[in-house]
Structures are given as C-alpha cells and as structure tokens.
C-alpha cells in the first residue's frame, strides 16, 4: 500500500507512539484551554486538535520527503507556513 509521499508503514508499527500520545494530549489540553478562554471558536476542541496535528504531522513529513525548496510546500508563504497554515483553520474569536 502507498501512503501520499512513501510506503504506507506496515500495520504492526502504526501505533502511536508516547511521545506521539504526549504532543497529541498537549494539544488537546491547549486548545480546550482556548475555547475555554474564548480565543478559539468551536464546540469540538479534540477533533480541531487532531485537525491541528494532522496538519502539522503531514508538513513535517512533506519538509522530510522533499525539503524546504521543494514540492508541495513551495506553494505555501515561505515565511512562516505553519502560522499562515494555523491561520486559515483557527475559528478565532474576534
């Protein structure tokens, strides 16, 4: 099986691992925290936060696979694009 970029990982390694648990769980605890402040605007904290970090997960793997100069990444704004990313999928209070 072919993943977007590479082999797919065999289905004995594709669990998450506790660093993986502990980053994911952060995240979460963040944006809840967000929401609870009424920074962020949704009612779904957790699925934003795994939107959030499946986002983040697959720009480190295309910066891996291809490089900063390269592929996919190049059509984003060079400056910074995990903020410009965060910035177009953050419901962010007014």
Same mark, same amino acid.
């Given at each position: 099986m072919l993943g977007m970029f590479r082999t797919a990982t065999p289905v004995q390694a594709r669990l998450l691992a506790p660093k993986g648990t502990a980053a994911l769980g952060l995240l979460i605890s963040e944006v809840s925290n967000g929401v609870a402040k009424g920074h962020l605007?949704?009612?779904?904290?957790?699925?934003? $936060?795994? !939107?959030?970090?499946?986002?983040?997960?697959?720009?480190?793997? $295309?910066? !891996?696979?291809?490089?900063?100069g390269q592929g996919p990444l190049t059509l984003l704004p060079r400056e910074d694009r995990v903020a410009w990313l965060l910035d177009q999928v953050l419901p962010v209070a007014p």
């Amino acid at each position: 099986m072919l993943g977007m970029f590479r082999t797919a990982t065999p289905v004995q390694a594709r669990l998450l691992a506790p660093k993986g648990t502990a980053a994911l769980g952060l995240l979460i605890s963040e944006v809840s925290n967000g929401v609870a402040k009424g920074h962020l605007l949704t009612d779904a904290p957790e699925p934003l $936060a795994v !939107l959030i970090w499946t986002m983040l997960h697959g720009i480190s793997m $295309a910066h !891996l696979q291809f490089g900063a100069g390269q592929g996919p990444l190049t059509l984003l704004p060079r400056e910074d694009r995990v903020a410009w990313l965060l910035d177009q999928v953050l419901p962010v209070a007014p």
